[in-house]
């Protein structure tokens, strides 16, 4: 078993890539939850101090401090150099796209908010795409042309 540190830009065409990652993807979704749960706190903070420095304009930040602070930690660290979030690294899991090109912030957060809306329309299709698509790709991952490989396999 060879081990591969940093995914490659080009979809490997090896199955062992794409075997278990959909359980894993689960996995990382609940750790990537948690940790922006966890910087939403601080966020709420700022949000705070800010409403009081704009004599309550600020506070109209609230309803979406959860949408803002997600979409920056996954633009920033699906963006980014390791080409996954913090759970997904942790799950062992990379993010590529097909055309080979590297996943930059703008379709990390395209990425996102495309899980988000298919989420809301058709919760049980989502993971179930991925059972019956090849590359268990997903629904949003199908419409931008991305695919999540194992970082080893």
Same mark, same amino acid.
């Given at each position: 078993?060879?081990?591969?540190?940093?995914?490659?830009?080009?979809?490997?065409?090896?199955?062992?890539?794409?075997?278990?990652?959909?359980?894993?993807?689960?996995?990382?979704?609940?750790?990537?939850?948690?940790?922006?749960?966890?910087?939403?706190?601080?966020?709420?903070?700022?949000?705070?101090?800010? &409403?009081?420095?704009?004599?309550?304009?600020?506070?109209?930040?609230?309803?979406?401090?959860?949408?803002?602070?997600?979409?920056?930690?996954?633009?920033?660290?699906?963006?980014?150099?390791?080409?996954?979030?913090?759970?997904?690294?942790?799950?062992?899991?990379?993010?590529?796209?097909?055309?080979?090109?590297?996943?930059?912030?703008?379709?990390?957060?395209?990425?996102?908010?495309?899980?988000?809306?298919?989420?809301?329309?058709?919760?049980?299709?989502?993971?179930?795409?991925?059972?019956?698509?090849?590359?268990?790709?997903?629904?949003?991952?199908?419409?931008? &042309?991305?695919?999540?490989?194992?970082?080893?396999?």
């Amino acid at each position: 078993m060879s081990v591969n540190p940093n995914p490659p830009l080009a979809a490997p065409e090896d199955w062992r890539a794409y075997s278990g990652v959909l359980s894993r993807r689960v996995f990382a979704f609940v750790l990537d939850y948690i940790a922006v749960a966890l910087l939403c706190i601080p966020a709420a903070v700022v949000v705070f101090f800010l &409403g009081l420095v704009t004599l309550g304009l600020g506070f109209y930040l609230y309803p979406i401090l959860f949408f803002v602070v997600a979409a920056l930690y996954f633009g920033l660290t699906v963006g980014g150099e390791a080409q996954a979030s913090p759970g997904m690294r942790f799950m062992g899991l990379a993010m590529i796209r097909l055309d080979g090109q590297r996943i930059d912030f703008l379709t990390a957060l395209v990425h996102l908010v495309l899980f988000w809306i298919l989420n809301s329309v058709l919760t049980p299709l989502i993971l179930l795409a991925g059972l019956f698509t090849e590359r268990s790709r997903l629904v949003h991952d199908l419409l931008i &042309g991305t695919a999540v490989i194992r970082r080893s396999y």
